[in-house]
């Protein structure tokens, strides 16, 4: 059996490349990015009046000059204006173009204003104060945003301010859900005793819907015929298939074999992990991707977000950050596979420490409402000693 991260590295090696398209900039949030974005222009623009009050020639503050005339009022959108004395002044708005021949920026609080003559209280005035100078944050040319990032209201923002009403991002694979079992039923019915609601699909649907992606539903029941002939459909409208349960050793595990009848090549079945050991994972012809997820929920899950979540960042060119947290308290675990642990997180004199949640097992899905993450213990140890640190997947 293939170990977590060779699971991990075949499944990024499977990753695909998406086209680009544009989205109107409103659109674009949640997305990403397609192309590294540069200012178009210096950051600020002119140099920009910070303060509103009066602007002035430092030099003449210091020659001694207190009682500065008013020449004009200058708003902020205003084109610029000069200043035509010396000893002068003009009174200026935050967000106005500093007037020519003035460098520095009183405002009204250290001022009296009277008979159109501003008198300067402060007992300073230096050159550059209250402006913000132009191209001091970032000069025109300079990459403000790169390729890949996830568009978030600052970089809605950052796009707006360069002028990007339309947005290029990376197109978004079309997904379909399929869940399989006769035992499973729609949402809004009464289950008989023996029956239960379909709630991966919907788990799935949610965790899709926070990546921007409305995937397609559907249900397979366990009838070979029927799930081939249904995939057969599926999949002239969708490049990825999640399918959710029928991929262990049950008599009606009849996916891996189903599949097989439509062209998949497997690329692994089982991972020597817990929950999640069934995992299925491999392509269908036209470069389409097959995830077949363990139906116990939390299996279901704890795939998705160890597999195809970095397996579609990879795809859409985002970055991934590792992260880790310590064990508050001791473990045991003693089978040679990685033990996935849904914890609680929090901070402690600024180290992250994730607290395990007590479980029945993957088929415990209330397990995970409390869930922040999975601290994944590793095989080749049996003893986790609290304080220790290991690998954190946190939830979207
Ligand atoms: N003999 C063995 N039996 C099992 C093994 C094994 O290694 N040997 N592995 C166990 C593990 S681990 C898991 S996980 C499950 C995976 O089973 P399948 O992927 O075949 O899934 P199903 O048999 O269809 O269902 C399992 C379980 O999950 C419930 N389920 C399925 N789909 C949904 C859904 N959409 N919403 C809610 N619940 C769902 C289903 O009713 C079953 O209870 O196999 C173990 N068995
Ligand atoms: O490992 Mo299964 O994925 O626990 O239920
Ligand atoms: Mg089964």
Redesign the pocket.
Known sequence: MISVAQALQLVLQHKISPQTEEVELLQSLGRTLAQDVTADRDFPPFHRVTMDGIAVRASDFVAGIRAFPIEEIHAAGSPQKTLHHPGHCLEVMTGAVLPQGTDAVVPYEECTMHENVATVLAEKVRAGQNIHPQGSDKKAGEVLLTSGVKITPAILGTLASVGYAQVPVFQLPSVAICSTGDELVEVQQQPLPHQIRRSNAYMLAGALQQENIQASLFHLPDEPAIMQKRLAKILEAHDVLLLSGGVSKGKFDFLPQVLEELGFTPVFHKIAQ?????MLFGTLPEQKVVFGL?G?P??TFVCYQLFFRPWLHASLHQDHQPASAQLTQTLTFKPALTYHVPVKLHQDQGILKATPIPTT???DLTSILEADGLLSLPPEQENFAAGEAFPLTLFT
């Open positions: 817990k929950p999640g050991k069934p363990p116990n939390v299996s097992g993957s088929g």
